[in-house]
């Protein structure tokens, strides 16, 4: 019988973003969406998750990816410290990110003075996701949802269901779509028309039973969400 996949839900800083770990229990592979912030905390966490591998020795992850479902401060402002942390001890994981939320990502000093944080400047981006596009990580497969409104380069990652690993069809939603409401739309580069017409034809078209885990607050399901969610009638 094959090993069951591990995800991780961490909440972290004053604004209480989900950072998400996904681990393939194969490979070790790992990536964490959205580290918004607390990096010691999360690295600590990591250092926590342990698995028996197929050889009977012990595992643990090994990040490869660092993703965000968009730009803002609370998604983006612990992968400095958490990159670093990782980089001291294994190959540096790969900081991804659409590329429409790129000048968002290189404002987050001026973010954070918006609301009295105090940042350092971002690392660069290594990898600008695309709609559609397919990323492995380990036996586990993502996919990349571009979903703009909430800002201009939001995204869903897609976590396609396997059966052999116990991995529910799954959609991290970020800021775009949560149970029982959407996201704003009077922050930089927001297009709420934009944003209800890329739920519409992007999140509600998958299937019912799909789990929405948005970048706050609790988890959903798509088809509870299209029938319920009084943003969207």
């Given amino acids: 019988m094959k090993k069951k996949y591990i995800e991780r839900n961490l909440v972290v800083g004053p604004f209480q973003c989900n950072c998400r ?7 070790g592979e790992a990536a964490l969406i959205d580290p918004g912030d607390e990096p ?10 342990t698995w028996e591998g197929e050889n009977g020795k012990a595992m643990q992850p090994k990040v490869k990816w660092l993703l965000h479902t968009h730009a803002h401060l609370d998604h983006i402002g612990g992968t400095r410290g958490v990159s670093e942390a990782l980089s001291s001890v294994a190959t540096s994981p790969v900081i991804a990110l659409h590329r429409d939320d790129l000048s968002i990502y290189e404002k987050l000093k001026e973010q954070g003075k918006m609301f009295g944080l105090n940042y350092e400047d971002p690392l ?11 990323l492995e990580l380990g036996n586990l497969k993502l996919e990349v949802i571009h979903t703009p409104g909430h800002s201009p380069g939001s995204i869903g990652i897609r976590l396609h269901e396997d059966s052999d690993f116990g991995v529910p069809e799954t959609v991290f939603s970020g800021d775009t779509l949560f149970k029982g409401s959407v996201g704003r739309t009077d922050l930089w580069g927001a297009d ?3 944003m209800f017409k890329m739920i519409k034809e992007r999140f509600l078209t998958l299937d019912g039973d799909t789990r929405v885990c948005p970048g706050h607050g609790p988890e959903s399901r798509i088809g509870v969400e299209k029938l319920g ?3 969207l009638k």
């Fill in 124 to 134: 660069p981006v290594g990898k600008f996701l695309a709609h559609e596009e397919r």
């Fill in 192 to 194: 709420g028309d934009l």
């Fill in 40 to 49: 010691a905390r999360i690295v600590k966490a990591l250092e926590k998750v």
């Fill in 229 to 231: 969610n009084p943003f």
């Fill in 21 to 27: 770990l996904l681990v393939c229990p194969i490979t």
